[in-house]
């Protein structure tokens, strides 16, 4: 095991004319602990598996400085960095059974055989694939080839363990089941492990964690409930959560010496929390933000606002409900009240105050109260 670090590391390809494109990774610094498990998350092309491939060596760094402990691994050929790398994709060889894929990068560095026995056999039963170990590749399911992926990467002790989207190509319930085993298998081994992905509830629920990376930059970079809590700014808010938060163009009034979050369009007005007071004005206009849970259904005691329902969705456990506030503005909102609703039903909504959120609307950064 190892510190993970990453010093202001560029990536910037050449197009066929040789001429410089834009960065795909522009300034990344970040540093994982050692048995930390961090996981870069962001939408396709943002520079998360770019960047991966740079700590593993397969990718040259344009600039910046890649830390393994104390050794610095910008010139290390890849199979001196002693990483373990899972791909998407499974890339085991057809013609040899399990056992063998296992073993593969251990017989070719030159392994004893008794040292690559003992090895193999102490992480397959971890892996869940100790009764596989005579089959060949063509025979397994997409979860078994993929847990014979992670073994052969693991059965080299690495110092730093890659995965790279390592549940993409899964069905939804062997993701969940295989999101459990490589946790409890983190948990055991505490190896650094840094996970490649686009999907936000494996990086919530795998990492310690989460680097949130967005057209090669990092946005933030904090443990799922701060990303999730306190985003930085607005594409961290409307990224992480599902269904995402609602984000809203909305004006400052002020009436009677109080301020309320004006929707223009609908004439709704929700009182701003006092602790956004002394960063706000009347006139202003800012991007509100909140998440469809930190949105209750009132009594009409005149404390909520009356909006109209748009739509009305029944998803069994939890009930959604969509708010028409403006011309292709829409509010969210999740309720487990058994009841009902139809549209043009009027209900009263209030805000959770201490969960609310606002944002520049030129910079997109976070307002601090």
């Given amino acids: 095991m190892a510190r993970l670090t990453l010093k202001n590391v560029f990536k910037r390809y050449r197009n066929k004319k040789n001429e410089a494109a834009d960065y795909a990774v522009n300034d990344f610094s970040l540093s994982c602990d050692d048995g930390e498990f961090v996981g870069i998350l962001g939408p396709s092309g943002c520079g998360k598996t770019t960047t991966l491939r740079m700590v593993a060596g397969l990718e040259e760094i344009t600039r910046g400085d890649i830390y393994i402990g104390d050794t610095l ?72 080839k993929q847990r014979v992926n992670i073994a052969r990467a693991l059965v080299r002790n690495p110092l730093v363990l890659l995965l790279d989207e ?51 930059k990092l946005q933030q970079f904090g443990t799922p409930l701060e990303v999730y809590d306190n985003p930085v700014n607005v594409f961290v808010a409307g990224f992480i959560g599902e269904p995402p938060m609602n984000l809203m163009k909305v004006s400052i009034l ?46 009409d005691d005149g404390t909520g606002s009356e909006v109209t329902v748009d739509v009305f969705e029944n998803l ?24 009902r609703y139809k549209k043009g039903e009027k209900i009263h909504l209030r805000f959770h105050e201490e969960k609310t959120h606002i944002f520049d609307p030129e910079t997109g950064d976070r307002i601090q109260a």
């Fill in 254 to 299: 002020e009436e009677s010496g109080k301020l309320f979050f004006l929707f223009p369009k609908k004439g709704i007005r929700v009182a701003v929390p006092s602790r956004y007071r002394s960063a706000l004005r009347s006139g202003m206009e800012v991007t509100l933000g909140v998440r469809p849970t930190d949105i209750f259904i009132s009594s």
């Fill in 73 to 144: 691994i910008n010139n290390l050929h890849p199979k001196d960095r002693n990483i373990g790398l899972a791909f998407e994709d499974y890339a085991l060889y057809p013609p040899l059974n399990v056992y063998e894929n296992i073993a593969f990068n251990l017989s070719a560095k030159g392994v004893a055989r008794e040292e690559i026995d003992r090895r193999v056999r102490e992480i397959a039963p971890l892996m869940k694939v100790d009764d596989l170990l005579e089959m060949k590749p063509a025979g397994l399911s997409g979860g078994q």
């Fill in 166 to 216: 390592p549940l993409s190509h899964l069905d939804g319930k062997m993701r969940q089941i295989l999101r459990t085993e490589i946790k409890r298998i983190h948990n055991k081994i505490k190896c650094t492990t840094v996970l490649v992905t686009h999907d936000q509830l494996e990086a919530m629920s795998l990492a310690d964690r989460i680097a949130i990376m967005n057209d090669g």
């Fill in 316 to 339: 069994g456990d939890e009930k959604r409900i969509s708010i028409d506030v403006g011309e292709e503005d829409f509010l969210t909102l999740m309720t487990e009240d058994e009841r």
